[in-house]
């Protein structure tokens, strides 16, 4: 069993308050059981969230790499540079 041990929440808009006060009496909890729930299902929902965005990296990380190569001169020879160095 996981050691329980005390956050308090100062601050907290009576809006939102009785929003989760409502969803509490809905759900039959006590208002930091159901602020507990809320938490968990916000940080599973982020660390979800998260994996989806790096697996679509990936996915694009590989297409660009099956592209075809257009031309295999080096990027310095591609770019012409002016006398400070930038790019023209």
Known sequence: MEAETILQLKGVPARLKSLIQR???GHRRSL?????????????????????KRDQIDEILDRYHQLPTVDNRPM????E??????PK
């Open 23 to 25: 969803e509490a009496d």
């Open 32 to 52: 930091t059981q159901e602020a507990i729930v809320l938490i968990e299902e916000g940080l599973l929902a982020r660390a979800s969230s998260h994996s989806l």
């Open 76 to 79: 310095n020879d591609i770019i």
């Open 81 to 86: 540079y002016d006398e400070l160095g930038l």
